[in-house]
């Protein structure tokens, strides 16, 4: 097995010491000089996993006589599991949620989402696609492809789906990623920000009536997967 680059192995440190709350919300970090005393490594090292934490929305950097490296609060927990759909969950953090439609048309839908409609991988269908703002801030992309002749199974975001239980349910497949250009321009980030992509059939009883891609900031909610 390869073995991980030094500067994540820091990142992977210094993000157990914040999950820990070993440096709680808004503490300040060693300075760097002291960083690349403690790892014996360069400073361009100990710059390069500060890079990944700050893009993963784990510290803050501030310039200036007050500045430094901050510890970030830690982004609600959301269960893709849960009987209430994630943008509840959010706001039963305190989150102020907000979904804008932004699309409504017909889209030729991914391979895995024609083959699971039974449909040709050239036909298209009614797609949407979402952006959520948590606190105000754009939190989550989605884009909905739904079943033909299944649209009132769908009322809109498959964010909202509010139970798991009986007929209706979701199977969620979740990968690291790295965001298009669009997902990028909607969510504000920047080229390298490593994120999460979900891809989420929408099931009523075996039937896939819906398939949505789900991409979100790594700083707008931490995923779990509990039943």
């Not at 036909?123 to 739904?146: I, K």
């Amino acid at each position: 097995m390869a073995r991980k680059p030094t500067y994540v192995v820091i990142a992977e440190e210094l993000r157990r010491r914040i999950e820990a709350r070993e440096l709680k919300s808004g503490d300040r970090l060693p300075p760097e000089r002291e960083l690349v005393e403690e790892f014996g490594v360069a400073r361009m090292t100990v710059r390069h996993a500060l890079d990944l934490l700050q893009a993963e929305g784990m510290i803050d950097r501030r310039r200036g006589r007050a500045g430094g490296t901050f510890a970030r609060a830690l982004p609600p927990v959301v269960n893709l599991c849960g009987e209430r759909g994630l943008l509840a969950q959010l706001e039963d953090h305190g989150v102020a949620v907000r979904s804008e439609e932004i699309y409504a048309g017909e889209r030729i839908p991914p391979r895995i989402a024609a083959v699971a409609f039974g449909l040709g991988e050239e036909s298209a269908v009614a797609a949407r696609e979402y952006l959520h703002y948590a606190d105000g801030a754009p939190a989550f992309f989605e884009t909905v492809f739904v079943r033909p002749a299944r649209e009132d199974c769908v009322a809109g975001s498959s964010l909202r789906c509010e139970s798991m239980e009986g007929e209706h349910g979701c199977e969620d497949i979740i990968t690291p990623s790295v965001a298009s250009d669009a997902e990028r321009g909607h969510l504000q980030l920047s080229v390298s920000t490593p994120l999460q992509r979900v891809a989420r059939q929408v099931l009523v009883g075996q039937d896939t009536v819906a398939f949505a891609t789900i991409v979100l900031r790594p700083d707008a909610a931490l995923l779990r997967v509990a039943s």
